[in-house]
């Protein structure tokens, strides 16, 4: 447990999911082996680690914590052991949004009754949904406090995106965007925010008459950017692009934890959220998508244009009480530090690309920032 965090109820526990693409070892193209690393990983994992839509991804799980040092070595043991089950196979993981080589469309949708009425639901848009996300789940138990909470946050996930921005290619082609990931999700029917509800019964109504006009496939197929969990006492942030680095990960989930907190004393006040202007959230998603870190966002609040640098400061200020209570305060601001320093994951692959102009340097250097302790392909062969 870190220096300093309190061990108190008034602080939730929080878990991660992490998507990876799983790329051949030699070429740097994505391949349909994900079985193939989950069934490797499974005596190491169990049940934290499984497949995906496709048979290009793997998704791993961490247990819930209350430290995140506790959960930055599950997320840097989960990444570890994928790579090695991936390595030992002659394949690699890598934590990008988006492919950088290969995919074919349609991708390769991992079979079931469920997958297949998702194809035949969704159709054409299955073509690019090969993309990887980092998820966030934060403790709250009381259903109708959540969704006031997620309120709150909705203001947040268009800095969410440019912070994590790390999908700027697309099969072999720079797409101009940091987060070319937050752009195809955008196009689904039950994609991006979730729109502004009062309560868990005005959630529920709202998730059913989804269901009824038939943009979900189930109750579970609500992809919105910020929900509530089906399955555990969680909301559950899902705007991110998978970070590059586990270290990323786990500021990311201390991050959202804050904000988490941080709305549950507003809502406890009586404050029930802004009141966004949907084509300001447009206009902010967008602009985080093209810009990352590297450029400007919009204020959702007043529409005005403002660098990435300025509004993520904000949030991590806002975030600050919180922060410092869980002990989590330091690792946070280092890490968007960090990213002044180096960039966010999309400046690092192009910076990656740019040294000799290839992409496969692109994809070696994600492989080695997603596990760097894991050893290569000849060192973990046996003689």
């Not at 390595?87 to 991708?107: D, E, F, H, K, Y």
């Not at 810009?291 to 660098?307: A, I, K």
């Not at 692959?349 to 080695?368: F, M, P, S, Y």
Request: glycine share 10%; aromatic share 4%; hydrophobic share 40%.
């Amino acid at each position: 447990m870190t220096t300093g965090q309190r061990s108190g109820s008034s602080i939730p526990l929080l878990g991660v999911e992490e998507e990876f693409l799983v790329v051949d070892a030699d070429r740097g193209e994505v391949v349909p082996e994900a079985a193939t690393v989950v069934d490797g990983a499974r005596p190491t994992l169990g049940p934290r680690v499984g497949g995906e839509i496709t048979k290009l991804q793997v998704e791993t799980r961490t247990d819930p914590c209350l430290s995140v040092d506790d959960l930055s070595a599950q997320l840097t043991d989960c990444r570890a052991a994928v790579q090695s089950a991936a390595r030992s196979a002659g394949l690699r993981v890598i934590a990008s949004g988006s492919p950088v080589l290969g995919c074919a469309v349609p991708p390769p949708i991992t079979e079931g009754p469920r997958q297949d009425r998702g194809t035949a639901t969704f159709r054409g848009l299955h073509d690019e949904v090969a993309i990887c996300a980092v998820h966030v789940h934060v403790q709250e138990a009381d259903r109708d406090r959540a969704v006031l909470i997620g309120n709150h946050l909705r203001q947040h996930l268009p800095v969410f995106v440019a912070l994590t921005a790390n999908s700027p290619y697309w099969s072999e082609r720079d797409t101009g965007y940091a987060s070319w990931r937050t752009v195809t999700w955008g196009r689904w029917p039950v994609a991006g925010p979730p729109p502004f509800l009062r309560s868990a019964r005005e959630y529920d109504d709202h998730v059913d008459m989804l269901l009824d006009a038939g943009a979900l496939v189930d109750h579970g197929t609500i992809f919105w950017d910020l929900r509530l969990s089906r399955t555990h006492p969680t909301i559950e942030v899902r705007v991110a692009d998978v970070p590059v680095t586990a270290v990323e990960s786990a500021a990311l989930a201390a991050l959202v934890r804050a904000l988490v907190v941080t709305a549950g004393e507003a809502v406890d006040r009586g404050d029930e959220g802004p009141q966004l202007a949907p084509e300001l959230m447009r206009l902010a998603y967008w602009r985080a998508a093209r810009d990352g870190m590297g450029g400007h966002g919009v204020d959702v609040g007043t529409g005005r244009l403002l660098p990435a640098a300025v509004l993520a400061d904000r949030l991590v200020e806002r975030a600050g009480p919180a922060l410092d209570e869980a002990g989590d305060g330091d690792r946070v601001r280092a890490w968007r530090k960090g990213l002044t320093a180096d960039g966010d994951g999309a400046t690092r692959q192009r910076a990656a690309a740019a040294r000799r102009g290839r992409l496969t340097d692109v994809v070696d250097e994600i492989a080695a920032w997603t596990a760097p302790d894991v050893p290569t392909t000849e060192e973990s062969t046996p003689a």
